[in-house]
């Protein structure tokens, strides 16, 4: 039999103190997420809505087919930003959804935040919904709301910004479709994306479109003009003809928006699979798997277990490199390889471990998810000697050479080059999610605080010098509480370098719709071209 077995005692008290601990950590992550629901704030919210106008959110909600996921990306960025006029959030709300049948990355500005005008953060947000559409040819529907960047930080969005047309175009050229729903202001960079995107539909005496507003033209010709004949919706249906279709209002925009999906003809490469048998074991256990001290190592299996199609789970080499859990299973239905770290440090044989299954995966052409709690590789005489560097070169060369759709999530500890050997952002996964319990970062908190530690004390003693241990424990201290909040979730998320921090009874939930919107595209894995292994 290989369905997995549960060693589980959800009675303990050590279950019962992990839980509490991830469930406090949940509470935190709902208000931050609340903070990115609130956007503005309630007197800008108010003042959008006395406008007559729909929210981004509600925009998507009537957007989207009725009773389907939304699976919002990125709601964090910005978060713990050194400017506080950048919301959580970043005035831009990305994710997938499904539009008369057709999965879409959707993009939506926030209004109530700076008219949603475009900052560093929400630049970053927008060029990753962007690769995320591009791998996954998702056809790309944006609702636009925008006055452009926000000036004064123009000199962060100007130069990296003109990336966003550029995607647009090379998205068009790849045959994935670009629909632009204009809402209210699209002005200066802004009318680029209704200029750039494949289908344009403006909502009448609402959407403006122009690269320069009446001011802006007086200043640069001394011409006298008004918002409706320099860039309206009118005009650019009956004059300019850069609106395709002409909305009475925006509940008209979205149902013409979802008129033009289903004449796409857009289809999936791939059929979805059919239902698929549920975990034998309850999601809500997934809440107290995770010890609050990362320290103490966990069984990746019963992550596995609770995720899994009927819990089922064929291990490869589990007598081999037992700290790096690896095997198949499907999840919704799809195939699935997993690479699952048991017992946090990586040696020799879980590197030489992960690069086989890796290289068979692609042969198979199946995917591949990793599950992270990896203090990184192991150092030490011992492992320099045995090959510790050109086996962990081994795994990190077959994950970067890898074709097969790459999914992580973060579950615990996921450090040094542990992180990149487990396929972390800089290894292009095609999609990155970590639970409320994450860490990364390039070592501990105690670790880097106490490398820095012996590197000053031996700096002081080749000169002679006297040790100042009073500072030394100050440092430390210091150095362990920055790397500590530098290295949780939410500091990370704000960053984009995941995709989202989820509630880990969602995993099996979100690892389905990211398969799903996966398949919309052809992938074959590589047969060859892993370069040298060192052996």
């Given amino acids: 039999m290989t369905v997995l077995s549960s060693a589980l005692d959800v009675g303990s008290p050590d279950y019962r103190a992990n839980r509490e601990a991830m469930l406090a950590r949940l509470a935190e992550l709902e208000a931050e997420h609340a903070k990115a629901l609130a956007g503005g704030g309630q007197k800008y919210v108010e003042r959008h809505r006395g406008r007559g106008k729909l929210l981004a959110r509600e925009r998507i909600e009537l957007l989207l087919d009725p009773d389907t996921p939304f699976l919002e990306l990125s709601p964090l960025a910005a978060w713990g930003s050194a400017s506080p006029e950048y919301t959580v959030g970043a005035s831009l709300v990305t994710g997938i959804g499904v539009v008369e049948g057709?999965?879409?990355?959707?993009?939506?500005?926030?209004?109530?935040?700076?008219?949603?005008?475009?900052?560093?953060?929400?630049?970053?947000?927008?060029?990753r919904a962007n690769d995320i559409a591009l791998a996954n040819r998702l056809p790309c529907i944006s609702l636009v709301e925008s006055g452009g960047a926000d000036l004064p930080s123009q000199?962060?969005?100007?130069?990296?910004?003109?990336?966003?047309?550029?995607d647009l175009t090379r998205l068009s050229a790849a045959g994935i479709p670009t629909i632009a729903v204009v809402f209210g202001n699209s002005?200066?960079?802004?009318?680029?994306?209704?200029?750039?995107?494949?289908?344009?539909?403006?909502?009448?005496?609402?959407?403006?479109?122009?690269?320069?507003?009446?001011?802006?033209?007086?200043?640069?010709?001394?011409?006298?003009s008004d918002?409706?004949?320099?860039?309206?919706?009118e005009m650019h249906a009956r004059v300019s003809g850069l609106a395709d279709h002409y909305a009475v209002d925006e509940q008209d925009a979205l149902r013409q928006a979802r008129r033009v999906v289903a004449r796409l003809n857009h289809r999936k490469t791939y059929a979805d699979p059919g239902p698929a048998d549920p975990p034998e074991y309850d999601q809500e256990e997934l809440l107290g798997i995770v010890p609050g001290d990362l320290k103490v190592p966990f069984d990746p299996r019963e992550v596995i277990a609770r995720i899994v199609d009927a819990s089922d789970f064929d291990e490869f080499k589990p007598l081999y490199g037992t700290s790096l859990c690896t095997g198949w299973a499907t999840l919704h239905g799809y195939p699935l390889g997993v690479l699952a770290n048991a017992q946090g440090v990586l040696f020799s044989e879980e590197s030489q471990k992960a690069a086989q299954f890796i290289q068979l995966a692609n042969q198979r052409d199946i995917p591949l998810l990793f599950l992270h709690n990896t203090t990184g590789y192991m150092v030490g005489r011992?492992?320099?000697?045995?090959?510790?560097?050109?086996?962990?070169a081994m795994m990190i060369n077959a994950v970067s050479n890898s074709r097969v759709p790459h999914l992580s999530v973060l579950m615990g500890a996921s450090y040094g080059a542990g992180h990149y050997g487990m396929c972390g952002r800089a290894y292009d996964p095609r999609f990155l999610f970590a639970w409320p319990s994450a860490k990364s970062a390039v070592m501990g908190p105690q670790q880097l605080a106490g490398v820095l530690s012996i590197v000053a004390r031996q700096s002081a003693a080749a000169k002679?010098?006297?040790?100042?241990?009073?500072?030394?424990?100050?440092?430390?201290?210091?150095?362990?509480?920055?790397?500590?909040?530098e290295s949780l979730p939410m500091f990370l998320s704000g960053r984009l370098y995941d995709d989202g921090v989820i509630d880990p009874r969602d995993t099996r939930t979100v690892l389905g719709l990211c398969l799903s919107a996966i398949h919309t595209a052809p992938y074959e894995g590589a047969r060859g071209g892993f370069g040298v292994f060192r052996m």
């Fill in 187 to 224: 002005t200066a960079g802004g009318a680029y994306v209704p200029g750039m995107s494949d289908h344009v539909i403006m909502v009448k005496e609402r959407a403006k479109v122009f690269l320069g507003g009446p001011p802006l033209v007086k200043m640069a010709t001394g011409e006298e």
């Fill in 155 to 166: 000199k962060e969005i100007f130069i990296p910004g003109g990336a966003i047309f550029r």
């Fill in 464 to 485: 002679g010098q006297p040790y100042d241990e009073d500072a030394d424990a100050a440092l430390r201290a210091m150095v362990e509480q920055q790397i500590e909040s």
């Fill in 102 to 127: 057709v999965e879409c990355l959707i993009t939506a500005n926030d209004p109530t935040v700076r008219g949603g005008a475009s900052n560093p953060w929400s630049l970053k947000k927008a060029l």
């Fill in 227 to 233: 918002d409706e004949s320099l860039g309206g919706a």
């Fill in 382 to 392: 011992e492992y320099e000697q045995g090959g510790i560097v050109k086996h962990g």
